[in-house]
């Protein structure tokens, strides 16, 4: 079986200042990791993704995201934020032999001007 | 190139009456998956398709859920005798097949009254 957790509900920051997202997995084999965005009355948009390779995953609007093996961690990640990133975030994780991905509870993201 | 398309956007059915979602995804996309998000929850998954092989409906939550596929293309959710409960955002998503991202349409909001 596969899990997702992302566990904070809602993460704040000031305009410019860095944002992290988190996120850990569990996953038999080797995970296949995801990031989702979904702004207010869209549907959801990729944004990066970790099969294999470096660690560090860079992707769409300036984000990336680490992935940790020894913490089974997936964190988002941002250096300057903007208050357009303000957001519902969803991580996914598949593997295991399984084409399903399992996705986490969402982390809604506000940005302050 | 065109999207994910789902209709109706919008849909506002009484108790006990059935209704039927649809789904266009993007062409060429083997991967076909129905989600489902309650307000303020993260996505529920629900069925999916790959290329001609039988689906896995692990997630219909009962037995008033069905869905088909044609081939690669085109894809209708069927919930029968709806409930209040029912009502959610649903959600289509086509792929590559495997561990490819998805892309995500806009979703059909269900409103059971």
């Known amino acids: 079986a596969q899990s997702v957790a992302q566990p904070e509900d809602q993460v704040n920051v000031a305009e410019g200042n860095p944002l992290t997202v988190k996120c850990t997995y569990s996953?038999?084999?080797?995970?296949?990791l995801f990031w989702y965005v979904q702004y207010p009355n869209r549907g959801l948009q990729f944004l990066l993704k970790y099969i294999t390779g470096d660690n560090l995953v860079k992707g769409s609007y300036g984000f990336e995201a680490e992935f940790n093996k020894s913490q089974t961690s997936f964190h988002l990640k941002k250096p300057s934020a903007l208050v357009s990133d303000s957001a519902l975030y969803f991580c996914a994780t598949g593997g295991g032999g399984s084409y399903i991905p399992t996705f986490g509870r969402g982390t809604s993201l506000i940005v302050h001007p | 190139g065109a999207g994910v398309s789902q209709s109706p956007s919008n849909k506002v059915t009484e108790k006990g009456k059935d209704v039927e979602l649809r789904c266009d995804p993007i062409?060429?996309?083997?991967?076909l998956y129905w989600y489902r998000q309650r307000l303020g929850q993260g996505l529920e998954f629900l069925i999916y398709?790959?290329?001609?092989?039988?689906?896995?409906k692990s997630g219909l939550p009962s037995d008033r859920f069905s869905a088909e596929r044609t081939g690669e293309s085109v894809s209708t959710l069927t919930i029968q005798r709806t409930q209040q409960e029912d009502s959610a955002v649903y959600l289509c998503?086509?792929?590559?097949?495997?561990?490819?991202?998805?892309?995500f349409g806009p979703g059909t909001r269900l409103t059971v009254t």
């Open positions: 062409s060429g996309h083997t991967a």
């Open positions: 398709f790959q290329g001609n092989s039988a689906p896995d």
């Open positions: 996953v038999s084999g080797n995970p296949y």
């Open positions: 998503a086509s792929s590559l097949g495997g561990y490819r991202e998805q892309y």
